[in-house]
T-cell receptor, first 116, second 118 residues
């Protein structure tokens, strides 16, 4: 079975600070896909980034960057120069390759509060 | 981009009544849609996988007679909470992915439906 752990329940930072959200996953599949979603107070889930298990290259996209370490089964997400609008719950999610369904297994989420 | 529309956004109903929630893919076809449930300050838990033209696949512990799912077309799935009770109060959110896309394609989510049963 798959499992995603987000150990940080809540994080508060002051605007313009960098913040890293941690994610650790478990799966026996060798091919899998990792995602980060953002859920603002309005409730909708917004897709942010994805990474394939066979591509460990870390990237930066605007103020977002991620660090995928297969050796430690971690997929951490960093927001640089945080803004108040970044305040939301952030979910890390995993999808395995085997099987026909494409459902996501979500972590418990990290509530990020960016203070002005 | 791909848009998933969910209706209604919120609903309040009396105990014992049934509530139908619609999930539509507006600009793409979705062979498969997923229904999740989220309690306050908790994660999303998969309830069932909705397959167009066939029966839904329910996760362990989810009552199929309580949560009726119908996926009659490639753009519409419905979730009906039958004989709702206060413990069914929750945030229900659907998602879909483009038919024929690989496993790395992100799921697109509706805006969710907040159900309150009084």
């Amino acid at each position: 079975a798959q499992k995603v752990t987000q150990a940080q329940t809540e994080i508060s930072v002051v605007e313009k600070e960098d913040v890293t959200l941690d994610c650790v996953y478990e799966t026996r599949d060798t091919t899998y896909y990792l995602f980060w979603y953002k859920q603002p107070p309005s409730g909708e889930l917004v897709f942010l980034i994805r990474r394939n298990s066979f591509d460990e290259q870390n990237e930066i996209s605007g103020r977002y960057s991620w660090n995928f370490q297969k050796s430690t089964s971690s997929f951490n997400f960093t927001i640089t120069a945080s803004q108040v609008v970044d305040s939301a719950v952030y979910f890390c999610a995993l999808r395995i390759s085997s099987g026909s369904a494409r459902q996501l297994t979500f972590g418990s989420g990290t509530q990020l509060t960016v203070l002005p | 981009g791909a848009v998933v529309s969910q209706h209604p956004s919120w609903v309040i109903c009396k105990s014992g009544t049934s509530v139908k929630i619609e999930c539509r893919s507006l600009d793409f076809q979705a062979t498969t849609m997923f229904w999740y449930r989220q309690f306050p300050k908790q994660s999303l838990m998969l309830m069932a996988t909705s397959n167009e033209g066939s029966k839904a696949t329910y996760e362990q512990g989810v009552e199929k007679d309580k949560f009726l799912i119908n996926h009659a077309s490639l753009t519409l799935s419905t979730l009906t909470v039958t004989s709702a009770h206060p413990e069914d109060s929750s945030f229900y959110i659907c998602s879909a992915s483009l038919s024929g896309q690989g496993n790395n394609s992100p799921l697109h989510f509706g805006n969710g439906t907040r159900l309150t049963v009084t």
